[in-house]
């Protein structure tokens, strides 16, 4: 039996699916991976995306930030890809129970899927640090410069920037889900970066699935291990 077949019967098998994705589910979509060798490294920029997407930078030189973060980070035009549908799909058979995502681009939302934990947040919401008013991501791409709420303080991206910790609640709704489940599907990360191979550490089921083009420290914990381009295993669903 080859290896796609194999992912489809555990899938037809499983009720109690969790997806953990990663960069690689939203590249099919058009949006680069700032980590990956083809992301936006060597790029316009005096800084690297590590620096300038940081609390302290994002403090010190908002202005500098934000043109990074509207140039780069917001994707309106970005749709949802295959691997977004087929997982709207198995939500609805209810077969998947959660998306966990570190994208903060809002594919999963927009494709239909419901229960979606961000550990990273996401550029869709934005609020005023001042008086917490919401703003969407158009707003923050049609101001010049600095973003700022009708109370004259300045926005902040609902997404979390390095030095800034994690949402507690979405991480142990995280391990709940991941703790509980049946299957794990782990896809498109390197699971090199934190929170991603803490959280699945939690994992006591028998099926997990990797799935990413390069190699991860967590490849021979797998009971499969898929080295496709994720729109390729996921059409065959
Ligand atoms: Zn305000």
Do not use: W
């Not at 058979?93 to 927009?110: P, S, V, Y």
């Not at 991603?196 to 089921?205: D, R, V």
């Amino acid at each position: 039996m080859n290896l796609v077949s194999e992912f489809r019967n555990i899938i037809n098998n499983s009720n109690n699916i969790v997806f953990f994705g990663g960069a690689g589910v939203s590249t099919e979509s058009g949006i680069p991976d700032f980590r990956s060798e083809n992301g936006i490294y060597n790029d316009e920029y005096s800084y690297p995306p590590e620096t300038i997407l940081s609390h302290s930078f994002f403090i010190s030189k908002k202005n500098e930030f934000y043109k990074f973060y509207k140039n780069k980070m917001i994707c309106l035009d970005a749709k949802p890809n295959i691997t977004h549908y087929k997982l709207v799909e198995l939500e609805n058979k209810n077969k998947l129970k959660a998306i966990i995502t570190q994208n903060i681009d809002g594919l999963h939302q927009i494709a239909g899927s419901k229960n979606v934990l961000e550990l990273h947040g996401s550029v869709h919401r934005n609020y005023c640090t001042k008086c917490k008013k919401n703003y969407n991501a158009q707003y923050i791409l049609d101001s010049t410069d600095i973003p700022r709420c009708s109370c004259g303080g300045d926005i902040k991206p609902d997404v979390v920037l390095y030095e800034e910790g994690l949402d507690m609640n979405i991480v142990e709704k995280s391990i709940e889900f991941i703790s509980n489940a049946e299957t794990l599907i782990v896809a498109g990360t390197s699971l090199a970066v934190y929170p991603a191979a803490g959280l699945i550490q939690h994992y006591k089921g028998k099926q997990l699935i990797l799935i990413n083009k390069s190699a991860t420290p967590y490849d021979d914990r797998a009971n499969l291990l898929l080295r496709y381009s994720l729109g390729e295993i996921f059409s065959s669903i």
